[in-house]
């Protein structure tokens, strides 16, 4: 299989990758695909059907009952579109948790690679060059200091809701799923050797863009 035209952007949460893997994805023509909006359906899901996370058996039976398609950029759960509700800081940390079960990460996991085998994919999230793609021979991580990324996270909860939300609570909890990510049992966050680093902290969306075609393997 070649693995060049499969891009995958790893990185914490307020890094820029899904913002930067979808302009690049249109840039280059190629598909794009959000795994952690594959993760924020399911906790939508579990929270709709006010199933218990914590259980392997109540998650085993959602992910059996689910469907989850991408249309036009648009996150639809069994006929629905959730692209909007699945957005919400609530759904961002209710997915965290979903993310750290072994059981959905399996579940989930046929489906990702599915939808990147045919190539000339995009696809981000936290394990996408180590878990999903391991293979691929363009492998990104993105990041950015823990303020910077509350910062970005801040703005945009606000420009969505129509209440203040304290900084302080966005940054403890971008703190909190940090720990989450790279220390939970199944394919943790983690930035390995041949992934090409990138800190986005004083770069604009286009420097990152072209940065990250400068380095790309052809």
């Known amino acids: 299989m070649v693995t060049k035209d499969i891009i995958t952007i790893d990185g914490p949460s307020g890094a820029g990758k ?40 109540s998650l085993k039976k959602l992910l059996k009952n689910i469907v989850i398609t991408f249309e036009n950029e648009k996150v639809i759960v069994n006929g629905i579109d959730v692209s909007s509700d699945i957005r919400t800081g609530e759904i961002g940390e209710l ?15 046929s489906i990702q690679r599915e939808m990147g085998l045919n190539g000339k994919v995009v696809i981000e999230g936290r394990d996408t060059g180590t878990t999903i793609f391991p293979e ?11 303020e910077e990324r509350a910062k970005r996270r801040h703005k945009e909860l606000m420009d969505k809701a129509q209440t203040e939300i304290a900084l ?37 969306i286009e420097q990152v863009i072209e940065e990250i075609i400068k380095n790309l393997k052809s």
Do not use: C, H, Q
């Open 168 to 204: 302080k609570a966005v940054t403890d909890d971008i703190a909190k799923r940090d720990t989450r990510d790279s220390t939970r049992e199944s394919s943790p966050l983690k930035r390995t050797e041949d992934m090409f680093y990138i800190d986005t902290s004083k770069l604009t």
């Open 18 to 57: 899904s913002t930067i893997a979808k302009m690049l994805a249109r840039k280059l023509g190629y598909k794009y695909l959000d795994t952690g909006a594959l993760y924020r359906a399911v906790a939508w899901k579990a929270k709709e059907e006010k199933a218990d996370i914590e259980s392997e058996e």
């Open 136 to 146: 691929s021979e363009n492998k990104f991580f993105l990041d950015a200091g823990l």
């Open 95 to 109: 997915s965290s948790r979903v993310s750290a079960m072994p059981v959905v990460r399996e579940g989930l996991f």
